[in-house]
């Protein structure tokens, strides 16, 4: 059998196959449009680091015993966020395995949900984050909707990802 005709097939494997692969393209395509928004509207104070940052900061220093330079942030920072994008956009992708349809009310739930679950709760209780109630409400509204259209994004590029994989 040939990668073609699994991708064909109705089989628990071929939609599992199939939904990893669309959720994750469509997690990378979500992450690459999220940072572009994040790019052009402010998430956060100029001076203040972003979670990803701190992150690779710290691992940075446990390795080369200094921080990430100035210049090379950008791209410490993307190479957390793409990872992470692309790992839950096939997360997502799993769970929509045996749904073909596009619904871009489901990635918009999914957009927000990721928001909720990162910025509102989990990151202020790891310390890499402020807590929601000290962030301007400019703010955190402009993080939401990088976050729906990290959602709305990855749904759509999973559908058509998917529907390609089946053809």
């Given at each position: 059998m040939n990668i073609d005709t699994f991708f064909k097939q109705n089989s628990f494997a071929s939609s599992t196959s199939r939904g990893l692969i669309s959720g994750f393209i469509g997690g990378l395509a979500g992450t690459a449009v999220k940072s572009l928004?994040?790019?052009?509207?402010?998430v956060r104070k100029i001076e203040q680091k972003s979670a990803q940052l701190k992150i690779v900061d710290d691992l940075s220093t446990k390795i080369t015993g200094s921080p990430i330079?100035?210049?090379?942030?950008?791209?410490?920072?993307?190479l957390?966020?793409?990872?992470?994008?692309?790992?839950?956009?096939?997360?997502?992708?799993?769970?929509?395995?045996?749904k073909d349809q596009?619904?871009?009310?489901?990635?918009?739930?999914?957009?927000?949900?990721?928001?909720?679950?990162?910025?509102?709760?989990?990151?202020p209780i790891m310390g890499l984050e402020s807590k929601p109630t000290n962030i301007p409400i400019k703010m955190q509204a402009n993080e939401l909707f990088a976050h729906l259209a990290f959602g709305i994004t990855t749904e759509l590029v999973r559908s058509l990802v998917n529907e390609r994989l089946k053809k």
């Open positions: 928004i994040e790019g052009v509207l402010p330079s100035q210049q090379n942030e950008v791209l410490a920072e993307q957390v966020n793409f990872p992470f994008g692309g790992s839950i956009g096939a997360a997502y992708g799993y769970g929509k395995k045996d596009m619904r871009l009310i489901d990635g918009a739930i999914f957009g927000a949900t990721t928001w909720v679950s990162t910025h509102e709760t989990s990151l």
